[in-house]
């Protein structure tokens, strides 16, 4: 692979070197010791709030406390918990003594803990009752499994037969963990990619990449030292994990975490605990839209993905886009608050990024077309590392040049705003045309008559793929919806791209962050023999 010119890559270091997580907690715990860093807003229970200083010597006790029972710089420790401070106590207690964090998804099954277990070799566990019973049947050779007294805030046990300890002895510990240098290049964390025809793949991040991702972060959402964030998306993904949580450290702010997404909780919260920020995702907006209007709130912006003016009509709050994935760390395209673009806009290049988005043939799309987007910039800082233990992976993943395919399609307006399309995985091809199950899904969702809607392919006996879409109809939708949206498809879009089919159902499946998981409603259609 061809290196980036020698000036970008040492300017990126530059911004990291002699850094990492520890550095960047002590910075605060010496500034504003009694600052609020953590507040845990458990449901249906008191809120918890711990300071810098509080946070940081629980912090150093678990530590002490994973260093005592063998676990060394490099060693892999699972971390399968729901939203909780255990979890962001344990994240960084595995940065203090150079242990890597593996977060999992805690959706996950017994098949995927099996691979993630392996694959990443974990020496130890971490995670909550609920779940205890199938770390320790998939993760057998572990030195120790450590257990909460809780599930997210739920007092619970765990089962009699499973050997482990508690999480109470692990903050028990007393003394120091051994010194290690400030070190910008050592492994961190490692977070698994949903998979969806392939095992999914362990992204590697570094310290660098931490502290590259919680200065950008900052930087975009123009955070300061009086922000507080409300995080109820899952800390084992990089939304929360980077951009809300590393982002809000960057800055010395406060964060209040909550167990998960809750509409009928978020506004108490966020109103008992004046939060100026949230990152949410698109499903979480529509929830939350249905709400009551809150006589007030201390929210200046929210980072749903996308803009939504209906948000700024409705509760007065700003809105902007941004484009990221685990492997970017951050955003490689933002919106600006104040230039926040059309609806649904993701925004524009971020500074920190090369950004290419390309045609097929390789041609880079202008104003008003489509294109695949590739990214740009230094592994293990502005970039992941690596795919762990994956060469095959990592060798397709970028070009002689350094680019990072993505495999996400970006729509360019006529202005140069940007716009998600699709994955490139979701093109279908009937007979020799390739179709953007995007550019359906936008005809669909114009006429109203739907609130979500998710086109994929069906196998076809001559035409290779035909669409079908899945919809959850919304109020107004008339009575013969199905009939209606193959008129209006046949009205806008050329005869190949017309669903054959209307498929309506209460709710869709999904995986990580709400993502519809359009494999799982493919695997529903059989193959039209004739």
Known sequence: MAELPDAIDQSHQAMVEGRDVPWLLQQWVERVPDKSFMIWAPFDRKAKTWSYREFARNVEAVAVALHKRGVRSGDRVLLHLENCPEFVISWFACARIGAIAVSTNTRSVERDMLYFAEHADVV???TQPCFAQLVHDTAPGIKFLAVTDNDAGKPASVPGDIAHLTYAELLAEKGNAPGRAHDSSADLGIQFTSGTTSRPKAVLWTHGNAIWGAQLNAAHMRLAGDDITQIFLPLFHTNAQSYSMLGTLWVGGTM???PRFSASRFWDTARRHKCTWSSLIPFCVKALLKQPAPPDHSFRFWGPAVHVPEVEATFGIKTFGWWGMTETITHGIVGDPDHPGPRMCIGRVSPGYDIAIRHPDGRHIVAGERGRLFIRGVRGVSLFKEY????????????????????DIINMDGE?????????KDMLKVGAENVAASEIEAVILETGWVSECAVVAQKHFMLDEVPVVFVIPADKAPEDLKQSLIDVCREKLADFKVVRDVITVDDMPRSTLEKIAKNELRARLPVIEE
Do not use: K, M, S, Y
């Open 124 to 126: 130890a566990a971490i």
């Open 388 to 407: 762990f233990r994956n060469p095959q992976a990592n060798a397709e993943a970028f070009d002689a040049d350094g680019w990072f395919d993505t495999g």
């Open 256 to 258: 209040v975490v909550q």
């Open 416 to 424: 140069g705003n940007l716009t998600f399309g699709d994955r490139d």
